[in-house]
C-alpha cells in the first residue's frame, strides 16, 4: 500500500553533512518502492549566515530575510545534488501563511504538490523567509509540516529532531528521563513536558512547537512521529512501529476542505453562544443557529471563516452565511423571526453543519 509522508527537517540535520546523507538515502529508499515523500526542510537562514561566515543568527528581520535570500540558493543545490544520486528529481515550494488562508491559493498549492508527487518528484517546502513577515509566516517549520501534512492528505508526519522523541524530563540533564512512547491524547501533563529549547544555535522553537505541531496533524488525521534524526532515519521502522521514539495517534478522519476550515483558513471573527448551542454542535453534529448565539467579536463578511467560542474557549470554526452586523441583529432569535428583521432570510443557519468544524 502505497503512503504519503511529510517528513520534517530541522536546521541542525540539514547543516550536517553526514547526517543528510543518511536521511537522504532512507528517503530515497522509501520513495524508490512507491511512496510518496514531501520534506519540509529548515536550513535557508542557518545556510546563509554559514555563507556570510556569521557568528549566530540575526535577530532583525532584513538581516535574517537577506541571509535566507543567500541560503535558499544553496540549501536547494544540496537537496538537488543530494537526491540526484538517487536518480530523484526535487521541486523548490516556498511558502507563507497567506497560500493557505486564501481559498484559491491553498487549492493551487495544493495541486501543484499532488502534481509533483504524481510525477514522482519530492517536493522540498520552505517558509519563504526572504518575504515573510510577523503576521504571514509561521513561526517555526514545525507547524508548516503539520499544516502540509494536513493539507496533503498524508499519512503520517516524521519530525527529526535531535533527542529520541518527548520525555517527561529532560533527556540531556536527567539521563533516566522516561520517553514516552505514545500518545493518544495530547493532554495539560502531555503539553507540560514540552521544552521551549531549541536544539542548536541557528535553529527556531524546540519540542513546544512539535507538539503544537502534533496537535494540528492528529486533529487532521494524521499520525506523527518525533524521533531522532541523528540515528534513528529507517523510515519503514519508524512508521510499523520498530523504532523507539514517540507516536501521536489520531483516529479522526475529516474531507479537505474542513481541513482548510480548520487550519488554514484566516479566521476573521469570533460568534460567542451558549451552552445549549455548544452542546448541539459538539454532541448531536448540529448546524449553529442564530437563537443560541449570545454576542458577535470582529468585522466579517458572509463566507469568511470565524471561531465559535463557548465560556472563552473556542469550540469550532465555521463560514459564516451571515455577515456581523446581520448577526448581531439577529442573535438569541429563533430562525422564523430572520425576515421579519433583516428584511430577507438567506438561510435559517448562521452555519451550517457541513461548514462547521470541531475543534476539541
Known amino acids: 500500500m502505497k503512503n504519503r509522508i ?7 540535520l540539514v547543516t550536517s553533512q553526514e547526517n543528510l546523507q543518511k536521511i537522504t538515502e532512507e528517503i530515497a529508499s522509501f520513495h524508490n518502492i ?9 536550513g535557508a537562514i542557518a545556510t546563509g549566515i554559514v555563507k556570510l561566515g556569521l557568528k549566530k543568527r540575526p535577530t532583525d528581520l532584513p538581516s535574517k530575510q537577506a541571509a535566507a535570500s543567500i541560503g535558499q540558493v544553496g540549501l536547494m543545490n544540496k537537496w538537488t545534488e543530494i537526491f540526484s544520486k538517487y536518480d530523484i528529481s526535487v521541486a523548490q515550494v516556498l511558502l507563507t501563511k497567506n497560500d493557505f488562508e486564501n481559498r484559491n491559493r491553498y487549492l493551487n498549492t495544493r495541486n501543484t504538490i499532488l502534481k509533483l508527487l504524481s510525477w514522482g518528484i519530492v517536493p522540498v517546502i520552505n517558509e519563504n523567509d526572504t518575504v515573510a513577515t510577523e503576521e504571514i509566516n509561521f513561526g517555526d517549520n514545525d507547524t508548516l509540516s503539520a499544516v502540509v501534512a494536513s493539507k496533503a492528505d498524508a499519512n503520517y508526519l516524521i519530525i527529526f529532531t535531535d533527542v529520541d522523541g518527548l520525555y517527561k524530563g529532560d533527556p540531556k540533564k536527567d539521563k533516566n528521563a522516561e520517553l514516552i512512547l505514545e500518545v493518544k491524547k495530547i493532554s495539560g501533563d502531555i503539553e507540560s513536558y514540552a521544552s521551549k529549547e531549541g536544539g542548536c544555535s541557528f535553529s527556531v522553537g524546540g519540542m ?10 492528529t486533529a487532521s488525521g494524521v499520525e506523527v512521529f518525533i524521533t531522532n534524526g541523528r540515528k534513528n532515519v529507517c523510515i519503514t521502522d519508524i512508521v ?3 523504532v523507539k521514539c514517540t507516536k501521536f495517534l489520531s483516529n479522526i478522519k475529516i474531507d479537505s476542505r474542513k481541513k482548510w476550515i480548520a487550519f488554514g483558513a484566516k479566521v ?3 460568534i460567542v453562544i451558549d451552552d445549549g448551542a455548544a452542546n448541539a454542535i459538539k454532541n448531536s453534529a448540529k448546524s449553529l443557529l442564530p437563537t443560541g448565539i449570545t454576542a458577535v467579536e470582529g468585522s466579517f463578511e458572509k463566507g469568511d471563516v470565524v471561531s465559535i467560542v463557548n465560556k472563552n474557549k473556542v469550540i469550532a470554526r465555521g463560514i459564516t452565511s451571515y455577515s456581523a452586523d446581520d448577526i448581531k441583529k439577529i442573535k438569541g432569535c429563533k430562525t422564523s423571526e430572520i425576515e421579519r428583521i433583516l428584511c430577507r432570510k438567506d438561510y435559517d443557519e448562521v452555519i451550517h453543519k457541513d461548514n462547521l468544524v470541531i475543534m476539541e
Open 268 to 270: 476573521s471573527g469570533k
Open 34 to 42: 512507491g511512496n510518496e515523500v514531501i520534506i519540509v526542510s529548515s
Open 6 to 12: 511529510v517528513i520534517k527537517i530541522g536546521s541542525g
Open 208 to 217: 513546544e512547537s512539535k507538539i503544537e505541531a502534533a496537535k494540528i496533524a
Open 240 to 242: 510499523s512501529g520498530r
